[in-house]
């Protein structure tokens, strides 16, 4: 088995990172066979895709006796796919850690958060299964997700973050509680806590890899989905999350009783996503958009699975974030960083006016913020904040931006937490990024930021009244001003005290500086529709009834039943979504349907 130590992009830090995740060569035929011809493998299940949704479905459907060949486009370095740069965070309901933080969390009152998000009004159809997911789902998040993971090796950092706080209403969208619990390893280690033991398969001759493999059509017969037929792909040694050479060099087709398709979103397809956006909803389609996600999630495969009977719903359901930064240092084409905001910086739109309300609270209400940046017709904001909000409250979603949580370094992990100053992967985007100005006085900070606008120039008294007003509201431990009552309830979570939001101050406090602008972009990220499936993830069709041979899991399924989420998401609800899902997946080929 070959040892991966994969290219992080940040070349001023070194992450102590060994993904021991990639097939042995042997494996891999060193000549591919001939065109149209199969591996030879007679497999009982084909997987396509290699991600996190795959691997979970691969190793249940393996651990039940099948013989199990899984696909992916891509090569060996980019196993597990978007999971690997993830954050590794999991919504799980009261759970150890969230009560040694003293934090009382329910099954009831998840689901009241959850279906308060989800706001699922397509019961009679597109979202009669995702609804039946949901319930699925948050109870296994009480009880039984974290045992399953437990089982195979996984922990948590010890400190239970807050994400989605809501949208000011006990009935509307949010999290009541912190409940998003970070991986010790971040993505990385969920992967390997999967392909470790599917590789295991491997070696036992029970699961093969097709790697550089494109599905490029799914066979059917007699109404039933009974192989994949494809493009080889030329070798391509690129890095992980590099995107890779799309020249065929020969066809495959390949035959089982149950094709499981988890080939992930729509996120890098920016025209497939401003097809579907939900102007009406949420506003135009933003003209600049970022990636948030490799270029491999390229939304090929629903387009496919249509054709081969499938039902895809929710499409103009997608969970793009506002707070999106171009990476200095990019790994995949238009790649953007996700800042994952305390809630203290304030948050301008584009003409300079103060988002409102509580989704105008940074990490509060993602749709709602985003109605009220598209609405000025622009499709960037600003935060506007100081040094000590920077330090403490500034995280980057990512597993190569958080090299102490992923390289699971206790010691590095309480120095860049603890200490003074921003983590390096913050001060590095600090120094590099295009999106972030730095200045000693208001005035200075305000002409930056105007030399880097994409619209109108920004009034620097204007600005300057909104945080004098606000700075003035920080003279008593009570305000009337809703996102200066945030930080305060904020601090009354242990968590959310140490380690993530900033102790209150003064904007305007040189004490505090520099003053920091940065500006935010729209960036890609999560598809929340898919394909529609039951309970077992067998794709439904349009006469309502499962396609037979055909399961989807993961994110091209909305993370099950074509959308679990509904319109919103409470966050760290997609690993375990692709977890729930190719579980459900997996066990189900072994059923007699
Ligand atoms: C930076 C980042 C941070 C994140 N943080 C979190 C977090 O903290 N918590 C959380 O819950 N979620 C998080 N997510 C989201 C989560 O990681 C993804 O939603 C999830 O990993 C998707 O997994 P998947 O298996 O469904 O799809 P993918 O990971 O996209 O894998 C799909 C695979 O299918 C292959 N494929 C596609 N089409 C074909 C085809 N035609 N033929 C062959 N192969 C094909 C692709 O090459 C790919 O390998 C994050 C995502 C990113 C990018």
Redesign the pocket.
């Known amino acids: 088995m070959t040892e991966l130590t994969p290219n992080y992009g940040v070349s001023r830090i070194e992450p102590r990172i060994v993904l021991n995740v990639s097939p042995s060569p042997a494996k891999i035929p060193e000549q591919w066979p001939a065109k149209g011809e199969d591996m030879g493998f007679n497999a009982d299940v084909i997987v396509?895709?290699?991600?996190?949704?795959?691997?979970v479905a691969a190793y249940e459907a393996g651990k039940g006796g099948n013989r199990v060949l899984i696909?992916?486009?891509?090569n060996a370095h980019?196993?597990?796919?978007?999971?690997f740069?993830?954050?590794?965070?999991?919504?799980l309901v009261d759970s150890p850690e969230q009560r040694r933080m003293g934090i009382r969390d329910s099954l009831d009152l998840a689901m009241q958060d959850w279906f308060g998000s989800a706001q699922f009004d397509r019961l009679s159809d597109e979202d009669s299964w995702g609804e039946q997911w949901a319930r699925a789902y948050v109870h296994w998040a009480a009880d039984g997700k974290r045992e399953y993971l437990r089982r195979l090796g996984w922990s948590a950092v010890p400190f239970v973050g807050w994400a989605e706080r809501g949208d000011g209403s006990v009935s509307g969208h949010g999290n009541s509680v912190p409940r998003?619990h970070?991986t010790w390893g971040t993505?990385p280690r969920i992967v390997e806590l999967f392909a470790t033991r599917v590789l295991d398969d491997e070696r036992a001759g029970r699961t093969a890899f097709g790697l550089r493999?494109?599905?490029?059509d799914l066979i059917v017969e007699d109404g039933a989905v009974v192989g994949v037929r494809?493009a080889i792909l030329a070798d391509d040694d690129a890095p992980r999350g590099v995107s890779s050479s799309r020249t065929v060099i020969g066809e495959f087709e390949e035959r089982a009783a149950a094709v499981i398709v988890?080939?992930?979103?729509i996120?890098h397809n920016h025209e497939l996503m401003r097809r579907n956006w939900p102007t009406t909803r949420v506003g135009p389609a933003p003209s600049h958009l970022i990636s948030?996600?490799?270029a491999?999630?390229?939304g090929?495969?629903l387009e496919?699975t249509e054709r081969a009977g499938g039902r895809v719903v929710n499409r103009d359901r997608m969970w793009a974030y506002t707070e999106g930064i171009h990476n200095w240092d990019p790994v995949w084409p238009d790649h953007a960083?996700?800042i994952l905001p305390g809630p203290s910086s304030m948050w301008f739109d584009a003409n300079g006016r103060r988002l409102r309300g509580m989704s105008g609270v940074p990490g509060a209400d993602s749709i709602g913020a985003m109605k009220q940046i598209l609405a000025t017709g622009h499709d960037y904001s600003w935060f506007v904040l100081t040094q000590s909000i920077i330090e403490k409250e500034f995280a980057l979603?990512?597993?190569e931006q958080n090299p102490d949580l992923t390289g699971r370094d206790l010691g590095f992990m309480l120095r860049s937490r603890l200490a003074k100053g921003a983590p390096g992967p913050v001060e590095a985007f600090k120094e590099h990024g295009v999106d972030f100005v730095v200045a000693d006085t208001l005035p200075g900070l305000v002409a930056k930021m105007n030399a880097i606008t994409r619209g109108p120039e920004l009034d620097v008294a204007a600005i300057e009244r909104e945080i004098v007003a606000r700075d003035r509201e920080m003279d008593n431990p009570f305000t009337k001003d809703v996102q200066v009552m945030v930080i305060h309830n904020a601090r009354r979570s242990t968590t959310d005290k140490l380690i993530r939001v900033a102790k209150p101050h003064k904007i305007l406090d040189p004490a505090h500086g520099p003053l920091i602008g940065v500006r935010l972009n729209i960036l890609s990220?999560?598809t929340l529709g898919g394909l529609q499936t039951n309970l077992d993830s067998q794709v439904i069709g349009a006469d309502g009834e499962p396609v037979p041979g055909l399961y989807a899991?993961?994110?091209?399924a909305g993370?099950g039943g074509g959308g679990v989420h509904g319109y919103n998401a409470l966050?760290?609800?997609?690993?375990?979504?692709?977890i729930f899902s190719?579980r459900a997946a997996g066990r189900a080929t072994l059923l007699p349907h």
């Not at 696909?71 to 891509?74: A, G, K, N, T």
């Not at 980019?78 to 999971?83: E, F, K, R, T, V």
């Open positions: 396509v895709g290699a991600g996190l949704a795959g691997l696909l992916d486009q891509e980019n196993i597990g796919g978007q999971a740069w993830s954050l590794g965070g999991l919504f998003f970070i993505g493999r494109r599905v490029d494809g988890t080939s992930g979103g996120g948030g996600v490799p491999h999630v390229d090929r495969m496919i960083i996700r979603s990512g597993s990220r999560k899991a993961g994110e091209v993370f966050e760290g609800t997609f690993l375990g979504g692709c190719g």
